[in-house]
């Protein structure tokens, strides 16, 4: 068997840039990237390449290369799949809302959807590798609907093969991988996968291992990852009443090299789509198999997460005198980390809701994000600034949207640093001592700014894991 041609269920933010890096490295195979969702189809075939429906660095510049050369992103889901030797599923897995395991469980359905259509419009010896993050054993699931009345012609081997790559990095983690992980029980078809790979990856970088052990130990890396980041997080609170200072013990902890530098940065609470989706999806699971103490203790994972999300809002209220109502608060950065356009999870989202429970009003930035995404996840239109009169706030407080960083800050009683994104470690806060309201207070959730920038300030300073001015 030869691959020739692929299909990608799913143009997401995993299936589209991963797609997009096999087709530059890889010009012999055909890539059809499917989704049902159409207006997203039609952004990914944009002439504009600066509005795909996914920002990551240099990822325009890729699919301006290679699309409709050998990348098509299509909606045409029953020719893509009727034409494929190997189709990803790419698909979004989010927490089920309603049934059993609500809130926990990991929801199915777009995965059952999807392998119900290969197995409807696939030809002769089908990989169906999955891409999308899964619980342990969802393969056997796969299977069953694939294996139940096919005509003869119809062979199917199934491989996980989850993804690592972090958004804002991710054509970065898909050049340059720390390991492509490939289960299964088929060896030529894992040798198949193993070949695309190793046109960029380097051999002793590709893993082979189990099915089950493939799908847990995508679940164990993320958990992983979130658990380093409430580690941080709980001592960035018992820095802020010791006098110790974060930044200080993250270095000194991380140069142990059993521990290592990275991920132990403090932060308003980890977002992102699936660091809490995957620990919930790994807490039910264990929970399920009579493994409660397993799962008590990676819930405390989130648990923390919620915490520090919480400790922020009521520490903004606090430094503000209890009281909110009619005071501007600048919201700096509104996804879920710098250099993505993704708000999933977002804890500017927990805290611009709180904060308008308030009553304040509330001014958000962000150099990426569309103000209708934000509209979307608040559930409210952004009020016309020139027609919000500050004495008369209604009682939801207000909501503006600001083009730039200059129009947030004017008149702002605090501002909340929320994302890292570089235009903010660049403020001249000496110039907007001047603009601000006078007690004003700058909130960095971060750690991006200098404490000295406002030793001789009216400004008052509170940082992350630091003392607060
Ligand atoms: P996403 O929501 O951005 O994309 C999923 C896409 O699948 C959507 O566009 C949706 O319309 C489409 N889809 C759903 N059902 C479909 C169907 N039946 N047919 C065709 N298209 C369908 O999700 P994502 O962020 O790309 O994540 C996908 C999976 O990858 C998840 O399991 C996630 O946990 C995992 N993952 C995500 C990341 C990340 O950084 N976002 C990283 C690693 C792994
Ligand atoms: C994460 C993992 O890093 C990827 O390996 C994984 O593939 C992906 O989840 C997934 O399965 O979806 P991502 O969520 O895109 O990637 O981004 P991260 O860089 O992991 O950041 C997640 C959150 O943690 C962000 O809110 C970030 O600000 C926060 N974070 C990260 C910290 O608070 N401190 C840190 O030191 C690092």
């Not at 050049?175 to 996968?193: F, Q, W």
């Not at 601000?436 to 750690?447: A, S």
Request: aromatic share 8%; with cysteine.
């Amino acid at each position: 068997m030869k691959i020739k041609n692929i299909c990608c269920i799913g143009a997401g933010y995993v299936g589209g840039p991963t797609m997009t890096v096999i087709a530059d490295k890889c010009p012999k195979l055909n890539i059809y990237v499917v989704d049902i969702d159409i207006e997203k189809i039609n952004a990914w075939n944009n002439k504009d390449f600066s509005s795909l429906p996914v920002y990551e660095p240099g990822l325009a510049e890729i699919v301006k290369r290679k699309r409709n050369k050998n990348l098509f992103f299509t909606d045409d889901l029953k020719k893509s799949i009727s034409k494929a030797d190997m189709i990803f599923i790419s698909v979004n897995t989010p927490t089920k809302t309603e049934g059993i395991g609500a809130g926990e469980a990991s929801d199915l359905k777009y995965i059952e959807a999807s392998a119900r259509k290969v197995k409807e419009y696939s030809k002769g010896k089908t990989i169906v590798v999955e891409k999308s993050t899964l619980p342990v054993k969802t393969a056997e699931m796969i299977k069953n609907i694939l294996s139940k009345d096919i005509n003869d012609e119809k062979k199917f081997s199934i491989l996980s093969n989850p993804e690592f790559l972090s958004e804002g990095n991710a054509i970065e983690d898909l050049l340059n991988p720390d390991r492509v992980l490939i289960g299964g029980e088929d060896s030529h078809a894992i040798e198949l996968l193993a070949d695309i790979y190793k046109n960029w990856v380097p051999e002793d970088k590709i893993v082979r291992t189990n099915l089950w052990s493939s799908e847990l130990s995508k679940l164990a890396s993320n958990a992983f990852l979130a658990q380093r980041i409430s580690s941080i997080n709980s001592l960035a609170a018992f820095c802020e009443v010791t006098g110790a200072n974060i930044q200080d013990v993250s270095k000194v902890v991380g140069l142990d090299s059993r521990i290592g530098q990275s991920f132990l940065k403090s932060s308003p609470g980890f977002g992102g789509s699936c660091f809490k989706k995957d620990i919930l999806n790994l807490v039910y699971l264990c929970r399920s198999s009579g493994l409660n103490e397993v799962a008590n203790y990676w819930e405390q994972v989130i648990k923390v997460n919620e915490w520090q999300k919480n400790r922020i809002y009521s520490l903004v209220v606090k430094k503000l005198f209890n009281t909110l109502a009619n005071k501007k608060i600048a919201i700096l950065g509104f996804s879920f980390k710098a250099n993505t356009n993704d708000i999933r999870e977002s804890p500017s989202i927990d805290l611009t809701k709180n904060l308008l429970l308030e009553k304040a009003l509330i001014s958000i930035h962000d150099p990426k994000v569309q103000p209708s995404q934000i509209e979307k996840v608040l559930g409210r239109r952004f009020d016309n600034p020139q027609t919000i009169n500050k004495d008369t706030n209604s009682n939801n407080g207000t909501l503006t949207y600001a083009n730039n960083i200059d129009s947030c800050l004017l008149n702002a009683d605090a501002a909340i640093i929320m994302t890292e994104w570089d235009e903010y470690k660049k403020i001249k806060w000496k110039f907007y001592e001047k603009k601000m309201n006078m007690p004003g207070w700058v909130f960095d959730t971060r750690y991006i700014l200098k404490e000295e920038d406002f030793a001789n300030s009216d400004l008052n300073f509170w940082q992350i894991g630091n003392v607060s001015k």
